[in-house]
């Protein structure tokens, strides 16, 4: 089945790193997304990784997937308050997005 | 680039009114766009794959003749909440397809609907 989970909560200090994690079922997925979302706004395509890397760096943001235990990660370095939002990963099934459950990055001073 | 926008950003209606949302890809083409419906603090679920010139799809579960979609043009598509009741209050969220080598959706801003 297609199952995307993410813990709920995520609280970190300005200036130090995120991780936020993710657990997804459908191993024949290509891709795998993150997207961010800040209150009362549509998602906002920040990332994604094909299905065949292992690491993917961009900026700030560096995605880790291991394919053998269907577990992929956002770090965010040197968070910023800007950074507060609900993050999701998604992965691409038949033809469509699967999102996972959301977690919400509070960033405090 | 890749900009999608909806319209209304919020609505209030009287339940069994009908409510039209349009979603709009501004500077691309759209053959495909999704809508999404959000309840607080959840993620997003799927509603219905709509498809420029032909019948939307829609995920087990999701009532066809009550929420009508309509991709009449390749940059717009439109979601009608038909006979709204309370419990249809949500957030609605679309996105657009975006092919550029590999599948992106671009999501709009979202419609914030209230039935009272």
């Known amino acids: 089945g297609e199952d995307v989970e993410q813990s709920l909560f995520l609280s970190v200090r300005e200036g130090d790193s995120s991780v936020i994690n993710c657990t997804y079922t459908d191993s024949s997925s290509t891709y795998l997304y993150w997207y961010k979302q800040e209150p009362g706004a549509g998602l906002q395509l920040l990332t994604y990784i094909f299905s065949n890397m292992d690491m993917k760096q961009d900026q700030r943001l560096t995605v880790l997937l291991n394919k053998k235990d269907k577990h992929l990660s956002l770090r965010i370095a040197d968070t910023q308050t800007g950074d507060s939002a609900i993050y999701f990963c998604a992965e691409r099934g038949t033809d469509k997005l699967i999102f996972g459950t959301g977690t919400r990055l509070q960033v405090f001073p | 680039g890749a900009v999608v926008s909806q319209h209304p950003s919020w609505v209030i209606c009287k339940s069994g009114t009908s409510v039209k949302i349009e979603c709009r890809s501004l500077d691309f083409q759209a053959t495909t766009m999704f809508w999404y419906r959000q309840f607080p603090k959840q993620s997003l679920m799927l509603m219905a794959t709509s498809n420029e010139g032909s019948k939307a799809t829609y995920e087990q579960g999701v009532e066809k003749d009550k929420f009508l979609i309509n991709h009449a043009s390749l940059t717009l598509s439109t979601l009608t909440v038909t006979s709204a009741h309370p419990e249809d209050s949500s957030f609605y969220i679309c996105?657009?397809?975006?092919?550029?080598?590999?599948?992106?959706?671009?999501f709009g801003p979202g419609t914030r609907l209230t039935v009272t």
């Open positions: 996105s657009a397809r975006l092919w550029t080598g590999i599948d992106e959706q671009y």
